[in-house]
């Protein structure tokens, strides 16, 4: 194992709060509105494309944990890119966080204002950034804490749809119940993707490996915030399925309103649309501190701007970083929408978790927690869910990240004495 860096941020976070900021990461707006999509693609196959999706998600979880807990530094995949790959690499994949989760900032930020004031979306947005942004500038404390809550109130809303769902919908529609449900393998794929990009947070940890008092907790809470999203997501999917059926489910924009309706509870309405906007504003929180470490570690090695990687004396941030991190999160609110920055956004954390996954690969017996399959596994699976998105998102993802490394090259060329 390699010793314990030197670091300039503070190791204020213990394995609870790590842990809280995983699930806060995960249990975003996807568990309200991705099961339309993922019943779309695989029908009544939908839980099949979950279980892809949880073996996707703990290739990609392990490699990035035992990663962290060998290189405990801010950044993740970037970081551990340039120590086990190259330099290049390491900026490839930081590139991509930095440019996909930002769009993911806006995503969040979005879906918050869409739930809470869906005629005007674009304002809440913009008023979730600022006061997430000012969480985030307190301390990384803060930031765990409060996202603490925001799982807590998540997580409750979440029992009561299911409690209520099952108990009042009477019999449950026999599957398979409609065209959807004819999707075959490419659709469970498709569901897959769909369902990984939608709980695909628990590189955040990694990202704030340099605020863990103990870096080898890293894996654990990694573990342990993934096991119990994965729980939750397959029981919220079972009620969805058995309540609405496959084709009911790929006809509602707003599954878990529809299971509230189907029940004949209308008061539970509004709450389903509250815990959506909570839940958003959770992941929005987790995000921009993933994006803003990433960018003061890239800034720290020369691959952004050296201003970025100023420290808060205080309190221990990155407060530039994040605070340009708000600014092109506040960018992407105002030229785009849900559907654009999510396409965005998706091709890019594939790239990422690409790279962390043969970075992992590269590990030594010593340094193993597990088998180096999974790392392997992990990487094939990325390129087969990078194949599966749209050619277009492939196309256009592919074209940004390449301008964006010509551009480091030829600058650093510039640069070279």
């Not at 878990?256 to 958003?280: D, K, N, T």
Request: aromatic share 6%; hydrophobic share 60%; proline share 5%.
């Amino acid at each position: 194992m390699t010793r314990e860096p030197d670091s300039r941020l503070a190791r204020r976070l213990g394995t609870g709060d790590a842990v809280a900021v995983g699930l806060g990461a995960m249990i975003g707006t996807g568990v309200f509105v991705a099961w339309q999509p993922a019943a779309s693609a695989a029908g009544a196959w939908l839980l099949a494309g979950l279980a892809v999706a949880a073996f996707v998600a703990f290739c990609n979880a392990t490699s990035t944990a035992q990663l962290a807990a060998v290189h405990p530094q801010a950044g993740g995949a970037y970081h551990y890119g340039r120590q086990r790959l190259g330099d290049a690499w390491g900026a490839l994949a930081g590139y991509a966080f930095v440019l996909g989760k930002s769009a993911s900032c806006a995503t969040a930020a979005l879906a918050a204002g869409a739930y809470l004031w869906p005629a005007r979306p674009v304002p809440v947005a913009l008023a979730a950034v600022v006061v997430v942004t000012a969480v985030n500038l307190a301390g990384v404390t803060k930031t765990a804490r409060v996202g603490a809550a925001l799982v807590a109130a998540v997580v409750a809303v979440l029992v009561v749809v299911v409690v209520t769902g099952l108990a009042g919908a009477g019999v449950a529609p026999s599957w398979p119940d409609g065209p959807a449900s004819a999707g075959g393998v490419l659709g469970v794929l498709g569901s897959a993707a769909v369902l990984f990009y939608a709980f695909a947070g628990y590189a955040r940890i990694t990202t704030l490996g340099e605020e863990v008092r103990d870096p080898a907790a890293i894996p654990r809470a990694v573990v342990v915030s993934l096991t119990a999203t994965l729980v939750l997501y397959a029981v919220v999917g079972l009620t969805v399925l058995l309540v609405l059926g496959a084709s009911g489910t790929a006809e509602s924009a707003q599954p878990l309103r529809a299971v509230a309706a189907a029940a004949g509870a209308g008061w539970l309405e509004p709450v389903v649309a509250a815990g959506a906007a909570v839940a958003a504003l959770g992941a929005l929180l987790s995000l921009q501190a993933g994006v803003g470490r990433t960018a003061f570690a890239m800034a720290s090695s020369g691959d952004l701007p050296r201003r970025l990687a100023t420290v808060d004396s205080r309190r221990h941030v990155p407060h530039v970083a994040e605070l340009v991190s708000a600014v092109v999160t506040v960018l992407f609110v105002l030229i785009g929408d849900l559907a654009t920055t999510l396409a965005a956004s998706a091709f890019a954390v594939l790239v990422y978790y690409a790279v962390a996954n043969t970075a992992s690969w590269r590990l030594a017996p010593a340094e193993r927690r597990w088998p180096r399959w999974l790392s392997a596994a992990g990487l094939a699976s990325c390129v087969l869910l990078a194949a599966s998105l749209p050619w277009r998102t492939v196309v256009a993802g592919a074209a940004v990240l390449a301008v964006t490394m010509l551009l480091r090259w030829a600058l650093r060329r510039r640069t070279r004495p």
